[in-house]
């Protein structure tokens, strides 16, 4: 069974950076096909598809956010992480990290999530 597990700070001052971390049990990041995902939901509004990082390491991001985003990952950890640069308060929002064994936008496991709150 995989599980995900979202850690970071919870408050970040606006024009800082985001980070967050997402430690996967259960299966390894670099396992054939598999797409390891960072999605968000702001409060009072629906699930935004932030990027992706495949078992390759190549990523895959929102255009609309690709700007200021960016998806790495630490094989030998197992970890995968995300950086919002430049961020504001419409950044606030519960993070969720996510995996799917093939697909880039719908995925079966998904960490617990993390609230993120930006304000000086």
């Known amino acids: 069974q995989v599980q995900l597990q979202e850690s970071g700070p919870g408050l970040v001052k606006p024009s800082q950076t985001l980070s967050l971390t997402c430690t996967v049990s259960g299966e390894t990041i670099t396992t054939n096909y598999f797409y390891w995902a960072w999605i968000r939901q702001p409060p009072g509004k629906g699930l935004e598809w932030m990027g992706a990082i495949a078992y390759t390491g190549s990523t895959f991001y929102n255009p609309s956010l690709k700007s200021r985003t960016s998806i790495s990952r630490d094989t030998s950890a197992n970890q995968f992480t995300l950086q919002l640069n430049s961020v504001t308060p419409e950044d606030t929002a519960v993070y969720y990290c996510?995996?799917?064994?093939?697909?880039?936008?719908?995925?079966?496991?998904w960490g617990q999530g993390i609230q993120v709150t930006v304000s000086s």
């Open positions: 996510a995996a799917h064994p093939t697909s880039i936008a719908h995925f079966t496991y």
